[in-house]
């Protein structure tokens, strides 16, 4: 074949590239969350537990298709899950899986760092109440 066909792949991106290709890593599950309507959706489906699609696109002032485009790349990194019931998509935050990274980001930290324990950090953070994450969101 030809050299032009032959070409070598560009460098992996975390979204949605390497969706694609099925790298699940933390890179893929951050950049999932690196969006500020993605952590809106976060932040309302931690309050509410169960939001239909069109629901979550009234609620963050987004179109439907934008919307689907949004919790796609949320299910891929492995923040939400889904459920078809009826004509209607329920969205939920798969809280499992995000143990899971949460608990492999910090291990990650808890290798380089010998003063406080990482784990510690993490949990205190994801516990401590503050601004709401969409503050400042259109």
């Known amino acids: 074949m030809k050299d032009s066909v032959m070409r070598q792949r560009s460098p992996r991106?975390?979204?949605p590239g390497a969706i694609a290709a099925g790298a699940w890593d933390l890179s893929v599950y951050f950049e999932g969350l690196a969006n500020p309507t993605r952590l809106a959706v976060v932040e309302v489906l931690a309050g509410s537990g169960e939001v239909t699609v069109s629901e979550l696109a009234?609620?963050?002032?987004?179109?439907?298709?934008?919307?689907?485009?949004h919790l796609r790349i949320l299910r891929h990194?492995?923040?939400?899950?889904?459920?078809?019931?009826?004509?209607?998509?329920?969205?939920?935050?798969?809280?499992?899986?995000?143990?899971?990274h949460l608990r492999s980001f910090a291990r990650m930290l808890d290798r380089g760092a010998p003063a406080p324990a990482a784990a510690d950090v993490v949990s205190s953070s994801v516990e401590a109440p503050g601004a709401p994450i969409s503050e400042g969101v259109p």
């Open 58 to 69: 009234r609620i963050c002032k987004v179109s439907q298709p934008r919307m689907s485009w």
């Open 13 to 15: 991106r975390a979204v």
């Open 77 to 100: 990194a492995q923040v939400i899950c889904t459920r078809r019931e009826g004509r209607e998509v329920l969205c939920a935050l798969d809280r499992e899986a995000i143990a899971r």
